[in-house]
């Protein structure tokens, strides 16, 4: 069975790809047309199209992104510092709060 759409990670070389093939495209145009108009008019219809194709890109994967960057905020501090290889002050101490929370009904007491 295949993996939904929003468990796979982003596809980030197509990203990639795409902002690659701007650049060939551009350095193209810049290179071929001698009309300066023509070429300027060229390069801008290049970039707009491509970072359409970025854009398109962004709202494809945005459930993707969104989900691989929730998973690594909930690490643990402990695996976090584990994984950035060594462990801070910081991560060891826990700070407590001295504000109680309400009761479920939502008043304060008096």
Do not use: C
């Not at 960057?69 to 695996?79: G, S, W």
């Not at 801070?88 to 504000?99: E, F, K, L, M, Y």
Request: charge should be positive.
């Amino acid at each position: 069975m295949e993996p939904h759409l929003i468990e796979r990670r982003p596809s980030w070389w197509l990203l990639y790809s795409i902002a690659a093939v701007m650049v060939m495209l551009v350095a193209l145009v810049e290179t071929s047309v001698d009309n300066e108009g023509a070429r300027m008019t060229l390069e801008i219809v290049v970039v707009i199209a491509i970072f359409a194709l970025m854009l398109r890109w962004i709202r494809a994967n945005r459930g993707r992104i969104e989900l691989s960057e929730a998973a690594q905020t909930r690490k643990p501090a402990v695996e976090t510092a584990l994984g950035n290889g060594h462990v801070s002050r910081a991560d060891t101490r826990t700070v407590r709060s001295s504000r109680r929370r309400p009761p479920l009904g939502g008043r304060r007491p008096a």
